[in-house]
């Protein structure tokens, strides 16, 4: 029992934190702007820890049932963290542009910041790292579909006409998702796995570390529970952030950044660890998994939201954010068509999403 307590320390801390939070939230929402960011400052904190435990939970339970099941869960996880934030920011200060620009900011963050630091730094540990391409390349088509439908197209659809689109939308990407999801578990889902002879040997040599009989209930119900609190704080968090960036003149693509950044936390670190353990699959399973789940599944919950309030958002992507998407997919064409990444494509995606936290800086 103290052993759990110690383990689930962060989610202990935000259950602390989001009692806290909610016994103080006048005191926090009226005490000024210094206040109320530092608020949010420590909100986001403990949103990440808490975070960071419902990733290594997801990692459990992938672990258990192996790839491609594995990345599945964990980028489904992530997901789940972002539409939560999403929904509760939306339901306090509804954004015709947040939805559009944070899914714009994971994509940048997941192929760019993810894919682009692994690489670089798993290249210059390891040269070459091997992986299956046709995983990379699944993913590249079915994100440039996903992205065109969903955040090119609407720029052209009447505005009288968002109704019927928004609908489609849905229909499309649910039915993108259930074909690849049977892809990704059926008959192509060796698409999606590499072998490696040393992680066989690795496996053999610690059985008891896979044979933990409730580690899998835990898991599920800790992935629940963090789930829960990472709401609870994100219904604190984004009315704090609110008062706290109201009028200040912060870049208008700063929320949907944090958004982002939250929901993409756990993924960075698991993609770094298995890049500097020489497992680029896993690297190019999570940094385009995160990518494709974020548009095909979030969209459609985002646009469902839209329907059923009356209160379309703004989906289509400014020309500045259609030419970076469409230079990091052929960026990302060009660099994963071989089965091997190095620190040179590293280092061209990492230097696209520098550019993309330029831009957003500057209000682009």
């Not at 996880?77 to 015709?96: D, Y």
């Not at 095909?296 to 939201?305: F, G, Y």
Request: glycine share 6%; charged share 10%; aromatic share 6%.
């Amino acid at each position: 029992m103290l052993q759990t307590l110690k383990d689930e320390a962060f989610l202990i801390v935000a259950l602390a934190m989001a009692v806290l939070a909610y016994a103080l939230e006048g005191s926090l929402l009226h005490g000024g702007r210094v206040m109320a960011l530092v608020a949010a400052a420590v909100l986001v904190l403990t949103i990440v820890l808490a975070s960071v435990r419902v990733a290594h939970h997801a990692e459990v339970l992938a672990e258990k049932v192996g790839d491609p099941y594995g990345t599945m869960i964990l980028t489904l996880s992530a997901v789940l963290v972002e539409v939560v934030i999403l929904g509760i920011m939306m339901s306090h200060e509804p954004s015709p542009t947040l939805v559009r620009d944070t899914i714009y900011a994971a994509v940048m963050l997941d192929l760019n910041g993810i894919l682009g630091l692994a690489a670089l730094m798993g290249g210059l540990r390891h040269g070459e790292q091997p992986y299956n391409d046709d995983s990379a390349r699944t993913y590249s088509v079915m994100i440039l579909t996903a992205m065109s439908v969903s955040m090119v197209v609407p720029e052209f659809i009447p505005e009288g006409k968002w109704h019927l689109y928004s609908a489609f939308t849905i229909g499309a990407m649910l039915l993108l998702y259930g074909v690849f999801l049977r892809m990704q578990v059926g008959a192509h889902s060796y698409f999606f796995s590499y072998s490696y002879p040393e992680k066989k040997r690795r496996r053999k040599t610690q059985p008891d570390a896979e044979h933990q009989p409730t580690s899998r209930t835990r898991s599920i119900i800790m992935l629940c529970v963090g789930v829960v609190l990472i709401g609870a704080l994100a219904e604190v968090m984004s009315q704090t952030l609110s008062v706290g960036l109201k009028g200040s003149g912060a870049p208008p693509m700063l929320a949907a950044l944090l958004v982002a950044m939250i929901s993409a936390s756990p993924e960075i670190l698991t993609a770094l660890r298995a890049a500097m353990a020489n497992r680029m699959q896993s690297v190019v399973n999570i940094a385009l998994g995160a990518s494709l789940s974020t548009v095909i599944l979030t969209v459609p919950v985002m646009e469902a939201l839209a329907l059923y309030s009356g209160q379309p958002f703004q989906m289509a992507m400014t020309p500045v954010q259609t030419v970076m998407v469409f230079i990091t997919l052929i960026v990302a064409a060009i660099n994963l068509n071989d089965g091997e990444t190095n620190a040179i494509e590293g280092m061209t995606h990492f230097v696209l999403f520098a550019t993309f936290i330029m831009l957003s800086l500057i209000g682009l």
